[in-house]
């Protein structure tokens, strides 16, 4: 059994690997086609050819469970039309003792999904980020039309809310904005800065414009009275230093597609967004997701054992290729309805992220449970309605 493994395991990563080359190769070249217009003098082919390389690993995280199945697909299907499943049958190897092995030969598959998801993923989607800060003076990411927006808690119990115009790299900002607010949420001081720097947990302002707001002016305007004294103040600093919970990587975090974050740093934004009494339900459904991709994986391999064992005869390499392409594909929609749909009817976030995969395990297990024991459902619908045609 061992050598048939290593047999069954060698065929497939063979396949999953050119099935793997040649859908990168393809997304590849049509988004390099796509980015030839934003080539000039800013903007080179060698930058354009640097983002691409960057984007690889996104690219492989995206594609890996749809190239498991369509390369399992393609290595079971030849396997059948050599007979050497049949072989195997024969010896004595059961349909479920075969996915078994299946399994068994996906799990280092899952080891690299993992690594592939937690390590170099998130590094490639900075690395890219900050490469369009660079080049294209622009990082994306969840950045409205006057910049990124946080909140925060003050050590005096206020609130204090910080816009950011513009990200840059190495954890440079420009164009910083701080709302600071009592505990009544009065605003207390407005300062602006045209560049900032976060370093050792602080951000740290340049050329501040500070404008202090009289804690009494607002009640002396309501009783119609003038006020002891100036209601607002403007205070130049060259430096300013504010301790705040913001962070260069949770300023990152803000930009990056969740799932593209790793475990841990999307577990620490989580917890800056629960602190901070912001929406984090987005956040917690992509960790959930994140835990499930190796599983999807597994998945994948339990969908291609139907289609692949399936005997020639009843549809060529061809036919089967194209049935997993419309599976990958079906699935892949699948996963973004039920992301959509559960965003919308705050489904539990376990649901939203596992449901498409068990629901598809379930379906895969059901038909490889059929294909093994069809002969006992025929026999036994046969002698309970004999007139009935054969399912098989």
């Known amino acids: 059994m061992r050598t048939a493994r290593r047999y069954l395991a060698r ?12 859908l990168l190769g393809l997304f590849t070249f049509f988004a390099l086609v796509d980015d030839l217009d934003n080539v000039g003098d800013k903007f080179s082919m060698m930058a354009l050819l640097y983002m691409q390389a960057l984007a690889i690993p996104t690219r492989l995280y995206d594609l890996l469970p749809i190239g498991l199945l369509i390369g399992a697909i393609l290595a079971l299907a030849g396997l059948a039309q050599r007979n050497e499943l049949v072989i195997l ?41 900050e490469a369009n800060l660079m080049f294209r003076g622009k990082a994306g990411g969840d950045r409205l039309k006057s910049g990124y927006w946080f909140k925060e808690p003050t050590a005096n119990g206020g609130t204090r809310i910080i816009n950011i115009a513009e990200l840059k790299g190495d954890g440079q900002v420009a164009g910083v904005m701080l709302y600071e607010f009592q505990k009544d949420l009065t605003l207390s001081a407005l300062s602006t800065a045209p560049f900032g720097l976060f370093a050792h947990g602080d951000l740290v302002l340049k050329d501040v414009s500070e404008t202090r707001l009289d804690a009494e002016a607002s009640e002396a305007l309501a009783n119609a009275r003038p006020p002891k004294n100036p209601p607002a103040t403007v205070v130049k600093l060259p430096e300013r230093t504010v301790d705040t919970t913001l962070s260069a990587e949770r300023l990152l975090a ?25 929406q984090y339900g987005r956040q917690v459904v992509a960790l959930w997701r994140k835990l499930a991709y190796p599983f999807t994986l597994l998945v994948m391999i339990t969908i291609a054992a139907p289609i692949g064992l399936m005997q020639t005869r009843r549809g060529g390499v061809g036919a089967k290729v194209f049935v997993g392409i419309l599976l990958g ?22 649901l939203t992220a596992l449901g498409p995969n068990l629901g598809a395990m379930a379906l895969a297990l059901g038909a490889m449970s059929y294909m093994e024991y069809r002969h006992t ?16």
Do not use: H
């Open 11 to 22: 065929e497939i990563y063979r396949s999953c690997a050119v099935v793997l080359l040649a």
């Open 89 to 129: 049958r024969v010896s004595g190897v059961s349909g479920m003792r075969l996915l078994r092995m299946l399994w068994v030969v996906t799990i280092p598959l899952m080891i690299g999904a993992g690594l592939l998801s937690e390590y170099v993923t998130p590094w490639a989607e900075i690395k890219t980020g």
């Open 254 to 278: 803000r930009v990056l597609t969740p799932e593209r974050m790793s475990i841990v740093t999307l577990l620490d934004y989580v917890d800056y967004l629960r602190n901070n009494q912001l």
């Open 329 to 350: 594909v079906g699935f892949f929609m699948l996963n973004q309805l039920a992301l959509n749909v559960g965003m919308l009817g705050k489904w539990p976030p376990w």
């Open 377 to 392: 459902i025929t026999r036994i619908l046969q002698q309970r309605w004999p007139w009935s045609k054969s399912p098989a």
